[in-house]
């Protein structure tokens, strides 16, 4: 914590990508494009078993308790497995739930196969991050924001299949068909990677001794996270009721969305090399709590979306910048930390979205909202407050 863990420019020379890295980065974006797939794909689900906002919801939870269980015990089934069969055992299993949501009959079975990706998708983005955290050591921020910069084309490219296939007359069943098949055609042409783990083997025993610091990055991303995934799952929901939109319409803007999400990594991973990560991540949160009133509230469907894709831009480097500034506080137990911010982003989403579609359908969607603009001043304060801790921590080691 003695120098600001972005100012790392004069070492990115030696930063390398190598098929393990490329490996592991396509990993990420598959599981991005199932994850985020869900919301779009729930505004066909509600017509189709006439679902209501909390039903819906439930499936968001459902994911959410898989991504609990890995949270929890994750670290543990990697040490059973072995980083490479959990991650690809994670990627088999996600596919298995794909396939199960596909062909449900009851929303009994599209609940159960949200359960099932969320677990298996869970316990592979774990391994991934752990494996590029420990592949990379040194150079962990950089790999790491690169990975989410693909993560965010594996969400727009999700929004955009479904859209896309939708428009076309297939329906949106083809969009998680079309990337199980390039995930598959990946298994089968790629022999299976093995990781080394930079950390010692009884790294599951560590979380207990995580820095106090850490904690307050723990629940940055545990509230962060709730504003990102209301905004993942629910803005399709939001664009067609607020503003009127066609559904097919409304999941090729959120693919834009997405997009901008993809720009806002690229510039996050740009920014990362030059500037402190806790000061940059204290003011992505400001500009988008600043911005958030603009695309609650506006009656202008154009501003609405402007503003939406700007809170995009920057909330979009949460999940990059809170991995990477925990990682710093403690880099040897790497799988202690991917396992417990899986944990924090899994009670995110568990609770969040849940309680947005419970107020919504008492109060309505658009005043169901103002639970994303709480979530972002805390957020924010949360953020701003853990600068002026790093900054005291840092000052005292001076001493």
Known sequence: ??????????????????????????????????????????????????????????????????????????????????????????????????ILLIIAPHPAFTLSSTFLMGVAGSLMIMNTRAGISDHHAEFRHIATTESAILLSLGNGFSAL??????????????????????????????????????????????????????????????????????????????????????????????SGYFTCMVFGRYLGSRLVRSFELQRLLATILLIALLTFPIYWLVDSPIISIIAFYMIGIMIANLTPLVLSITLNIAPSAANAIASRISLAAGFAILLAPQLLGTVADIGGFEFAYGIVLVLLLVVTTLAWGGLRVSHQMASDNHA
Not at 170 to 197: D, E, Y
Not at 205 to 220: C, D, G, K
Request: aromatic share 16%; hydrophobic share 55%.
């Open 161 to 254: 299949a479904i859209s896309v296939f939708v428009s076309v007359g297939l329906g949106w069943r083809f969009a998680p068909i079309l990337i199980l098949l390039i995930v598959l055609g990946l298994w089968l042409s790629q022999p299976p990677l093995q990781i080394k783990p930079f950390a010692a083997p009884t790294e599951q025993h560590v979380p207990s001794t995580l820095p106090r610091l850490f904690w307050v990055y723990w629940m940055v991303m545990f509230l962060g996270a709730g504003v990102e995934w209301s905004l993942n799952f629910w803005g399709t929901e939001f664009l067609t009721t607020v503003h009127g939109i066609e559904p097919a319409t409304a999941a090729a803007l959120m």
């Open 1 to 98: 914590m003695s120098q600001p863990q972005g100012a790392l420019s004069s070492q990115s020379a030696s930063f390398q990508r190598d098929q393990v890295t490329w490996m592991l980065y396509l990993l990420g974006m598959y599981y991005a494009y199932m994850q985020t797939g869900l919301g779009p794909i729930m505004a066909f689900l509600r017509d189709e078993f006439a679902l209501s906002y909390s039903v819906a919801g439930m499936h968001f939870s459902a994911f959410a308790i898989g991504m609990i269980i890995i949270g929890v015990y994750g670290a543990l089934f990697t040490s059973w497995l072995g980083r490479n069969r959990a991650l690809w055992g994670g990627a088999g299993g996600m596919a298995c739930g794909a």
